[in-house]
């Protein structure tokens, strides 16, 4: 596939990923944190698993999911839980534009585990941007008006991105195999996950059409985001993909 294909995957990607900030703060206020994450995972399963069922006999087996990806695949679906819970809890207790400028920090996560852990080569550039983004991440995590309190909103948002940045890795892993069977197993078991811990938790569940709402959005955002940002990290990458993803929290803040 060509160079200027797979950037134009990633910049998609991004696009539909910026939903997810500014209407999941809307959201918020109806739904609990743990739900809302749960739901926008179990829309991505549920949106791409209908995709999948006119595809999945088209598809070349050797595609499919093996025992080998096993721990690549339960470390994407463990984090996936993890991940959009603290970015829902950082959401609403924070700010949506700052949320969506913090998740730049997603791209040093995931550069640094590509080369500290997967030993994944990255440029010069890539490591003045990681530099930039890490001091802008520190600035933005204080509250403003000459206060230099922490915001806890934002260390959950930061903690959300490494969540993200060794996901973007583990299925960076796996980004070889099919693109459809590895965004199903996110959203339904991702989401499924969630739900169970939101249940733990004695959330409230929401009511329906906010929970329509909420899987619209995950199929979307998260869906479509993921399954375009697979098939580009397939070609470019986890560093580079993460990258060109970086558009996202201005999409997002605008």
Do not use: H
């Amino acid at each position: 596939m060509k160079k200027g294909t797979l950037i134009l995957y990633a910049l998609l990607a991004a696009v539909f990923y910026a939903l997810n900030t500014p209407f999941s703060k809307l959201l918020l206020g109806s739904v609990s944190p743990t739900f809302m994450a749960a739901f926008l995972y179990i829309g991505t399963g549920v949106g791409v698993g209908i995709l999948y069922a006119f595809k999945i006999k088209k598809e070349d087996k050797s595609k499919r999911i093996g025992k080998k990806d096993l721990p690549y695949t339960v470390a994407m679906i463990v984090l996936d839980i993890i991940a959009p819970i603290f970015l829902m809890l950082g959401i609403k207790y924070g700010s949506a534009s700052n949320a969506s400028l913090l998740g730049n920090f997603e791209i040093v996560a995931t550069a640094l585990i590509a080369l500290l852990v997967f030993k994944e080569g990255v440029g010069k550039r890539l490591w003045i941007a990681i530099c930039l983004i890490t001091v802008s991440s520190v600035i933005l995590s204080f509250e403003g008006s000459g206060s230099f309190v922490f915001s806890y909103g934002s260390l959950f948002v930061l903690l959300a991105t490494v969540c993200w940045g060794l996901e973007n890795n583990c299925t960076r892993s796996i980004s070889n195999k099919s693109a459809y069977e590895i965004v199903l197993l996110k959203g339904l078991f991702s989401g499924g996950g969630s739900f169970v811990i939101a249940l733990i938790l004695g959330e409230t569940m929401p009511e329906i059409k906010y929970i329509l709402f909420a899987m619209g959005l995950g199929f979307v955002a998260y869906g479509l985001s993921i399954f375009l940002y697979v098939k580009a990290q397939n070609g470019l990458g986890a560093a580079k993909t993460s990258a060109y993803y970086a558009v996202a929290p201005f999409v997002g803040t605008f």
